[in-house]
């Protein structure tokens, strides 16, 4: 079974970077769009940002600016580049690939804490 391992998350202070990356264990294939979320304690789980294929890109409005989506397609790898970190940013992030047929694979979450 392929699994998404997330890494890259830590503690780091407000106006501080990170980077995230995602990484399936295996080939997965007709993966269409790959997505970053974040469950902050006692909230929904929120959409971050999302690529598709197409390298199209979008960002909720909190991150705009802020965040960088990317990927690498043919590694199906999956980044996400965070800049000037506040506090509301800090959760767990989830990344998720979803294939043209539908299949949906979800990594275990990094955390991310903001704080000084």
């Known amino acids: 079974q392929v699994q998404l391992v997330e890494s890259g998350g830590g503690l780091v202070q407000p106006g501080g970077s990170l980077r995230l990356s995602c990484a399936a264990s295996g080939s997965i294939f007709g993966v269409v769009v790959m997505a970053w979320y974040r469950q902050a304690p006692g909230k929904q789980r929120e959409l971050v940002a999302v690529?598709?294929?197409?390298?199209?890109?979008n960002y909720a409005g909190s991150v705009k600016g802020r965040f960088t989506i990317s990927s690498d397609n043919a590694k199906n790898t999956m980044y996400l580049q965070m800049n000037s970190l506040k506090p509301e940013d800090t959760a767990v992030y989830y990344c998720n690939f979803l294939t043209f047929n539908s299949n949906d694979y979800w990594g275990q979450g990094t955390r991310v804490t903001v704080s000084s």
């Open positions: 690529i598709t294929g197409g390298g199209s890109t």
